[in-house]
């Protein structure tokens, strides 16, 4: 326990028992060579001698294939807590990395996703054990790009945790870490709305072109957040201790005037910031906030960024009165771990929640990604240099960032304007040339029940050259034929997406067969099926039992699915196999998020933190220059005037 994870505790691991996670694998102490664990120096140079002359067993103990997939990190990766733990209910689910990834594009498994690489990365290690040149004994020619360079796999694995590093004294290691981190997301400043309000006139997307702000005049500043290097979401892990905030600052010349995302005195983040975070609850409304997981019961929001899409923030500012010069505006993503509530449970003396900070904050802050422009003002004298656009960033791809952003709000449950407003940022990404803007205006009139709309741009995203993913094209189509009642051409959409083979799918080492998503939508079309033949019995039966088959197919890829226990359940009632629909019915029962308890939870956390609550809105609103803000100049009121 005190030597922490060793290279024996992963290499020991001789079986992967199912991808359910929590430690679900079978470990066996390794057989090894003489004088292995001797403490003298001799002995110990006769193991390494041994070792090198003959590696072989060396090799065949500590490497198995099992430690090249993905299925290997699922057993601590992905994690559910029981009863014994929570003390609420069965199963309630923790961190899962596995199945994010899965269903991901990066992957190369997930058939939805709104972009993919051009090749599919195969495993977490891909990313996460870089190949670092090296002259150890195993170190081997993995990269026929430089075939004379031998390397082995970074076991650093880079990621997120630059605090436990910098407590440790090893600035090195810190610097690496933020070096994997750098640029693994995108910030676009896109667009400006006018009159401050959502439904206001947007400009966008501004460079090189850049629009002339008003004095006096209120504008919403339209900011995308775009994931590029992750096959999880952004935050993913222990979410509750990554503290990831977008800092806004609107200066003019070396004048704060607005400022969202500051620190405090303590090096605390302005808690009205926006937070790329989950923030979860305990279920008397207590934010989880000091590594307590036994305590999770549900979220008041979730801001994780999907891998490959976007998120748009919107922050409100008045342009000053006097406003003589340009305004200039910097956003930054930034990254710590861990925060300052968090440090202080650690090292003050008995700190309670909600309690005066002790311990100041001096952890490493990491700027994942930053953007900057500067506004020109009406009737400021001379006028600045010109803007450029984001380098490698094409105008499509912008509007399709913004977009996503858009369209995964609306699927919060937000006011209908933005999924208005994603549906004309994705015709601007189609007048721009790209299938990607009809493909997603599908998505969008799939949701809002527009089905002949959905039909025609699906249509119309065939005839591009190169034509919208083949796959996606597939989903989509056997959504919109799946809610029409056209249930047999559902049938072949869905088996499309998961079954044909084809040049493009091989190069790029993408199989769709484990989208358990498209899976699922397979057993309920069949399922949907059976009962068009109600007076063909028999026929009918075939039908459920090929339902019965897909779900199951889910259940082999995500034993703890409640989609497909329930209507496992339902399809063995109705063969007659009321053991085998009790079961299923028991296990939906455990897995399912119980909808009903959190109601109570998030009213009290609403209650008690304001900022919280703000965050937790539909559509949320940053103001630039909120009184109090931390890091912004007193004296500038809510028009940005200055007295």
Not at 351 to 378: C, H, K, M
């Amino acid at each position: 326990a005190h030597a922490g994870i060793t290279c024996t505790a992963c290499h020991a691991i001789t079986h992967v028992n199912s991808t359910q996670g929590n430690a679900d694998y079978t470990i066996e102490e390794p057989l090894h060579y003489p004088f292995a664990y001797s403490t003298n120096a001799l002995l110990r140079f006769v193991n390494r001698q041994l070792v090198k002359a003959k590696p072989d067993f060396h090799k065949r103990t500590f490497l198995k294939p099992l430690h090249t997939t993905a299925e290997f990190c699922s057993t601590c990766h992905k994690v559910s807590l029981p009863h014994e733990l929570n003390h609420y209910k069965d199963f309630l689910r923790g961190q899962n990395h596995y199945d994010t990834y899965l269903l991901s594009g990066v992957s190369g498994h997930g058939a939805r996703s709104f972009y993919y690489p051009e090749q599919a990365q195969s495993n977490c290690a891909g990313c996460h054990m870089p190949l670092q040149a090296s002259a150890d004994f195993g170190a081997n020619y993995f990269d026929p790009a430089n075939p004379r360079t031998r390397f082995i796999h970074d076991h650093l694995f880079p990621a997120a945790n630059t605090g436990i590093a910098h407590l440790r004294g090893e600035p090195e290691i810190v610097r690496r870490h933020q070096e994997f981190l750098k640029d693994s997301l995108r910030v676009d400043i896109f667009g400006v709305k006018e009159g401050g309000a959502v439904d206001g006139r947007l400009v966008a997307p501004i460079r090189p072109n850049l629009p002339l702000l008003k004095r006096g005049q209120t504008y919403l500043l339209e900011v995308v957040l775009r994931t590029l290097t992750l096959g999880h979401p952004f935050t993913e892990g222990t979410a509750d201790s990554n503290e990831v905030w977008v800092d806004a600052r609107l200066t003019d010349g070396e004048r704060v005037v607005g400022r969202s995302g500051g620190l405090g005195p303590h090096g605390e983040v302005d808690p009205w910031s926006h937070f790329v975070n989950v923030y979860m609850l305990d279920r008397d409304g207590n934010r989880i906030d000091r590594r307590n997981p036994q305590d999770i019961f549900t979220p008041l929001y979730n801001h994780q960024i999907p891998p490959g899409a976007g998120q748009v923030v919107h922050f409100q500012f008045t342009v000053p009165d006097d406003q003589a010069g340009p305004l200039d505006v910097e956003v930054a993503l930034q990254y710590r771990k861990f925060d300052t509530i968090y440090l202080n449970y650690v090292y003050g003396t008995n700190y309670t929640s909600g309690a005066p900070f002790q311990v100041t904050n001096g952890l490493p802050i990491t700027t994942i990604a930053a953007d900057r422009v500067r506004f020109p003002v009406e009737g400021m004298a001379g006028a600045p240099e010109g803007e450029t656009q984001l380098s490698g960033v094409p105008e499509w791809q912008r509007w399709n960032d913004y977009g996503i952003g858009l369209l995964l709000e609306g699927d919060k449950g937000s006011e209908k304007g933005e999924l208005i407003q994603a549906a004309e940022a994705f015709s601007r990404v189609e007048h721009l040339g790209r299938p990607d803007g009809p493909l997603n205006l599908a998505r969008v009139y799939l949701k809002e029940g527009r089905l002949d709309e959905a039909t025609a741009a699906l249509q119309r995203a065939t005839r591009f050259e190169p034509a919208a993913p083949r796959w996606t094209l597939a989903w989509l189509n056997g959504l919109v034929n799946k809610q029409n009642g056209h249930l047999d051409r559902a049938i072949a959409d869905f088996r499309s997406v998961l079954e044909d083979r084809y040049p493009e799918l091989d190069r790029r080492g993408f199989d769709f067969s484990k989208d358990y998503e498209v899976i699922n939508e397979l057993g309920q079309t069949y399922f949907e099926r059976a009962k068009m033949d109600r007076r063909q019995p028999d026929r009918q039966r075939d039908w459920l039992r090929l339902a019965s088959a897909e779900f199951e197919k889910t259940l082999a890829l995500d034993s703890e699915n409640v989609t497909a226990h329930y209507n496992l359940a339902l399809i063995h009632a109705q063969l007659g196999d009321e053991t085998k629909a009790a079961e299923h019915r028991r296990l939906h029962e455990r897995y399912r998020r119980d909808d009903n308890a959190r109601d109570r939870a998030i009213a009290i956390a609403r209650r008690r933190d304001p900022a919280a609550d703000h965050a937790a809105q539909a559509i949320v609103i940053y103001p630039l220059q909120r009184a109090g803000a931390h890091g912004l100049v007193s004296g500038i009121d809510a028009r940005g005037a200055r007295p």
